[in-house]
Each structure stands twice: as structure tokens, then as C-alpha cells.
């Protein structure tokens, strides 16, 4: 099997109300079952989701945590607004965000966003971001794809950040082995790969993490189109994360 990826060039700073979907496919010929990767920055800039810090009111909680972790209260302000539950205060903020996806400041970022004091949330449902950019490519093009929009996130246990999903459509989340055989025909039993991961993983390679100005990967020749999906898949199920439970009880003996 012979995959191509391929960051597309020239797409302009994003700002409130562009169509990412029609930029994308006036820079670019997409063919049937194709993976468009695209860099949540660009998708939250689309949806407006930038706040100016000087905007934020922030509670005693927020300046509490800012304090002990050196950090702005209206940042610390607008990371808790973005979440249902704090898992970590300090020394940094880790959190379940309203979407259930647990990570550090609820993905809030500052770099490549226009302007020194405003911040950007991510999308507010970013699977309904990724199924809009999706049925407007078909609307386009007349051609089906799979979208996955991805974030770059840090992770337990190892140095080093990679770029994750956050947010899928066209495309399952999870390639799922249980059942078949390996090379000694045992049958395997928990092997669930995340497929979305990885593609995310190899993605950001292309897009950076500073100036490229390369927020979108076209992936051709993987062809794991699927009508039905969703990140959530990805969540593990709360009574399950044994991680999350260390962390939340040993915030509570405190
Ligand atoms: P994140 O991983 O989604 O938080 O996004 P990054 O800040 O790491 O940016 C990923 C890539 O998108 C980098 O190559 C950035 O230069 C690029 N990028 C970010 N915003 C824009 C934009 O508005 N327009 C363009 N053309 N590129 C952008
Ligand atoms: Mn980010
Ligand atoms: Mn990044």
C-alpha cells in the first residue's frame, strides 16, 4: 500500500465566518475517500472563538489556581468556563471539557492567534465542525470525504506533544482488531487501534506547531471512509479511567 500526504499551500489567516470548506477546495483537487486534516486552530478561528483576556471576570477560583501556577486568573477564568470537571489544579490545569475530552488549560491557546491579548477556545462541538466542513466539501466537489480535526496535545507519560483528534466525520474513530487472529492464530482480545490518532500523529508533522502556515493535510490512499463515527469513542467511560479517579480522589484528600 502507497499512501501520499500533503500539506496544502497558500491558505490565508483565518477569521470569523470564512468557509474553511471552500478555501480548502479552491487550493486543492480532492478525489473520493481522501483524509482532510485540519488543525483545529483554523476551525475554532472560523467559528469566532477568540475572547480578548480584558473581556474575562475572573472568580476567587480561577485567581486561586492562577496564583499557585503562575498564570493570568482571566486565562485560568476562561479555561474553567471551557470545563465540567478540574482533575489537576496544579501544576497545571488539567480538566474534562464539555465535549468530555480531557486535557491540559481545555485546549485554550495563544500562539498563532492574531492579537497579544486574546486567547482561542476550541470548537464548541468540534465533531459538528468536522460533518459541516465534511457535507460542504461534498456540496462543493460531489466528492466524499473523511475530516478529522486535530489538536496538538501533550500526554501523560511521555515527553513530547503530537497532534491528537479532537474531532472526526467520514472516518471511524478506532480500527478494531478484537476477533481476528495474529501471525500464530491466537485470537486477540483488546487491541482497538485508534486509528484517528495516529493519522492526527502523522499530520501534524506536516502542519508544525509555529510559523508553516499549513493548518490543512490531504491524506490519499488510507481510504477508511466510514458515514458514522464520533470522538467520543475515544473517551474512556468514567468508571473505567482508573487515572482519573487517582487524580480526582487525591484532589479531595487535600
Ligand atoms: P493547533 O495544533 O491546532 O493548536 O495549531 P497550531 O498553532 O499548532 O498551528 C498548526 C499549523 O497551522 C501551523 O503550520 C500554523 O502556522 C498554521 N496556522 C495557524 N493558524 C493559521 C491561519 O489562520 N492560517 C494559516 N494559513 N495557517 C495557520
Ligand atoms: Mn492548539
Ligand atoms: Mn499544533
Not at 478494531?176 to 501471525?183: A, H, I, K, V
Amino acid at each position: 500500500m502507497s499512501v501520499i500526504a500533503f500539506a496544502v499551500g497558500n491558505i490565508p489567516l483565518i477569521k470569523a465566518n470564512d468557509d474553511i470548506a471552500r478555501i480548502l477546495c479552491e487550493k486543492s483537487e480532492l478525489k473520493r475517500h481522501d483524509i482532510v486534516v485540519i488543525s483545529s486552530t483554523i476551525v475554532s478561528k472560523s467559528e469566532g472563538r477568540i475572547i480578548p483576556l480584558g473581556t474575562v471576570k475572573s472568580t476567587e477560583m480561577a485567581k486561586t489556581i492562577a496564583d499557585k501556577n503562575k498564570n493570568d486568573p482571566r486565562f485560568v477564568q476562561a479555561v474553567l468556563d471551557e470545563s465540567e470537571e478540574v482533575l489537576l489544579e496544579s501544576p497545571f490545569l488539567l480538566v474534562r471539557t464539555k465535549t468530555g475530552s480531557i486535557c491540559v488549560n481545555a485546549g485554550i491557546d495563544h500562539s498563532n492567534v492574531e492579537g497579544s491579548d486574546n486567547i482561542l477556545l476550541l470548537p464548541e462541538d468540534p465533531d459538528a465542525s468536522a460533518l459541516k466542513i465534511k457535507d460542504s466539501i461534498f456540496k462543493y466537489t460531489g466528492k466524499k470525504v473523511s475530516v478529522v480535526i486535530t489538536d496538538t496535545n501533550g500526554r501523560a507519560f511521555r515527553m513530547g506533544q503530537t497532534g491528537a483528534a479532537i474531532g472526526i466525520a467520514g472516518i471511524r474513530a478506532t480500527r478494531d482488531w478484537r476477533g481476528t487472529e495474529d501471525l500464530f492464530g491466537r485470537v486477540l482480545e483488546v487491541k482497538n487501534e485508534a486509528v484517528v490518532d495516529e493519522i492526527a500523529g502523522f499530520a501534524n508533522i506536516l502542519m508544525g506547531e509555529g510559523n508553516g502556515g499549513t493548518p490543512i493535510v490531504i491524506i490519499h490512499g488510507l481510504n477508511l471512509y466510514h458515514e458514522s463515527c464520533g470522538i467520543k469513542e475515544l473517551y474512556r467511560p468514567e468508571d473505567e479511567d482508573v487515572i482519573r479517579r487517582v487524580l480526582i480522589n487525591k484532589k479531595y484528600e487535600k
